[in-house]
Nanobody, 125 residues
């Protein structure tokens, strides 16, 4: 019912920057609440990177504080992750998550908790 599409991943040298985007869409009315970015490196469990509420309160994992910035455009149901001073330890598949309400016919809503397919970020010389 709710699709998330990420973009902006790729290969970057250590010290470089990337900006990830993730847009939520549906054929029905959306009320998007919290959005977030997670990452999973090979052999590791998925970890939270950053989250942002609908009123733009943010939370970060300690390892990215001061380097990454999460933001959102509520009118576009889109969340961004600006990543600066990247290191090889940031290499992972980055996935976005969104939670909220999606409309039913006749005005009611269902909750949703959706994930994007992920985008690869590789930090290497």
């Amino acid at each position: 019912q709710v699709q998330l599409v990420e973009s902006g991943g790729g290969l970057v040298q250590p010290g470089g920057s990337l900006r990830l985007s993730c847009a939520a869409s549906s054929g029905r009315m959306l009320r998007v609440g919290a959005m977030g970015w997670y990452r999973q490196a090979p052999g590791n469990q998925r970890e939270l990177v950053a989250t942002i509420t609908s009123d733009k309160r943010t939370n970060y994992v300690d390892s990215v504080k001061g380097r990454f910035t999460i933001s959102r455009d509520n009118a576009k149901n889109t969340v961004y992750l600006q990543m600066n001073s990247l290191t090889p330890e940031d290499t992972a598949v980055y996935s976005c998550n969104a939670q909220g309400l999606v409309g039913r016919p006749f005005g009611s809503f269902d909750p949703f908790d959706s994930w994007g397919p992920g985008t690869q970020v590789t930090v290497s010389l």
